[in-house]
Structure formats: C-alpha cells, structure tokens
C-alpha cells in the first residue's frame, strides 16, 4: 500500500507526516512515537496493519525526525506544543473519529492529552510501554539497579544527583540496564526495512526527560497522571514486556484505575515489544480496533 507524505503547517514549522490507507473508511490510528525527540519511522512494523483495512496516520512530532526545527527553539519542548500538535493533525486530516497509540513517551502524551483536554472522535486508546506517573517510573528503576555492582550504582546515582561521577562505570551501570531492560538487536523478530533513522534530538530528549532512560529528571519529571485515570472514558489497551523498563507494577497501576482497560503482558519482550513480539503484538491490536 502506497504512503501518502504530507508536511502540515505549524507553529511557522511543519509536522511531516504520512498514511497508509484511505482515512475515509474505517477509523484511522494515529502513532504517537517515542522519545521525547524520537522518530515515528522507528515503528515501521505497525504499517502491516493497514492491510487489515485499518488507516493509519504517522507522524515526527515538532523538532524531531523529519519534522525538523532549527536550534535555539527550546521554548517549544513542552506538553503544550505536542499536545496542540496532535490536534492540528487531527483537524489537518479533518478526522471525526479516531484511534490513538502511544509508545513509551508517545503514551504519556496520549494520557496527558485525554485526562486533561476535550478529546471528541477518540473512539480507542492504545497504551504501549508507558508510565502514568515519572516519580513511579523513578522509584521502580531505583529498585531494578540495587542488585548492581556497588560501584556502578554509585556512578549512576551520582549522575542522577549532579554530582562528579566516573563516566566509564556510568557507561556500564546503563548498559547493564539497556541489555535487561530495553533490549538487545538479536532479541527482535522484526528488522525495520528501513535501515538509517533519523537521531533522536537530544535537546528535546535532555531537556523534557533526562541524561538518560533510567530517571525522569527534566522538566517532565512532575509528570503525573495517575489520579486522573479514573477519567479515561473509552476502550484502553494496555501493551508491556515482561522485562520492560515500563514495569509490570506501572502497568498494573493504569490497568486498575482506567475503567474499561486490559492490559496483555507480552511474556518475552522488553521496552520494544513491537519488533520482539511482533505477531503477537499485531493480533492483540487488530483484534482491539476490529
């Protein structure tokens, strides 16, 4: 099926975008990716599911991927940008109806923008490795490294805390985390056939999460959603690895207080459940939306 690119106006910038499939028949599913500063080009698998006869919308949100913004524009990394960006595409495509999956940071998005924000047409949520909470995500990673060499923990720890710390321990302390946690390339069942990806724009990801995966510290680090669950007032999917940085107590937490949600533990996956449960991952998705 052919992609239809488009480069919607905002903000004096573009968000570059494509489809697959007619957005007029059945109900699109938008795919809000990673990071924050990430790319969309990274879950190329999920277009498989347009030959299911579902319309999907992807998009790089501001300042990322191919939707490209010059430096000295850091005042846009914020909620507010990228939540009134999905409602500019939303209304771009003219959409009365939607769906919406969101990976890791793309879920809190999606949580941010629905627990707080009027969000007419959403018909269906799709929560894929996510957080409800940074403080939570926080204090689950700090149980998950105790178990590390003392002084890796040390330099991880006083990376967090801002103070001098041993760069080539830091190193291993966070692959150490990356191999358990986010997985490796040899655990995915689906190679993207694209093979170069845009970088994540580290001024984004720096400034709104952190120096790194393991602790919230930017300005999203009061993230919280939790008490607001309770609002989300359509179907939920929940998907996670059994070995995800999105941890099963995370998980479990959205799963209890959103009142019409399940939540599938993906039994040999990491935070990229999409390329090492692939088939699995497409069947909980399909089933869901159909």
């Not at 999920?46 to 501001?62: A, H, K, R, T, V």
């Not at 056939?193 to 680090?221: A, D, Q, R, V």
């Not at 099963?248 to 990491?270: D, G």
Request: glycine residues 8%; contains cysteine; charged residues 25%.
């Amino acid at each position: 099926m052919k992609k239809r690119v488009f480069h919607i106006p905002y903000l004096g910038f573009h968000t570059r975008a494509y489809t697959l499939g007619d957005l007029s028949k059945g109900t699109p599913l938008i795919i809000l990716h990673g990071g924050p500063g990430g790319c969309v080009e990274r879950y190329e698998v999920f277009e498989q599911l347009s030959e299911q006869g579902i319309p999907l919308i992807f998009y790089d949100q501001l300042g990322a991927g191919y939707s490209r913004v010059p430096k000295g524009n850091e005042h846009l990394w914020t909620f507010e940008t990228y939540i009134k960006e999905l409602e500019n595409v939303i209304a771009y495509f003219g959409l009365k109806k939607f769906s919406i999956l969101g990976h890791s940071w793309g879920g809190m998005l999606a949580l941010e923008w629905v627990t707080k924000h009027s969000h007419d047409g959403l018909e269906k949520l799709i929560l894929f490795s996510t957080l409800p909470s940074t403080k939570i995500w926080n204090e689950e990673h700090l149980k998950m490294i105790q178990s590390y060499p003392k002084k890796e923990l040390d330099a991880i720890l006083f990376e967090k805390d801002n103070k001098p710390y041993d760069k080539a321990l830091f190193k291993k302390g966070m692959k150490h985390f990356y191999d358990e946690h986010v997985g490796k390339k040899n655990q995915r069942k689906y190679t993207p056939k694209t093979k170069h990806f845009p970088k994540t724009n580290k001024e984004i990801y720096e400034k709104m999460w952190g120096k790194s995966e393991l602790f919230g510290t930017g300005t999203l680090s009061n993230y919280d959603v939790t008490d607001f669950l309770k609002n989300i007032d359509v179907p939920t999917l929940i998907l996670s690895g059994k070995y995800d940085e999105s941890t099963p107590e995370m998980n479990r937490v959205m799963k209890e207080k959103i009142p019409q949600a399940n939540w599938v533990l993906l039994e040999n996956s990491h935070h990229g459940g999409y390329n090492e449960e692939p088939d699995v991952v497409l069947d909980e998705i399909s089933k869901f939306i159909r």
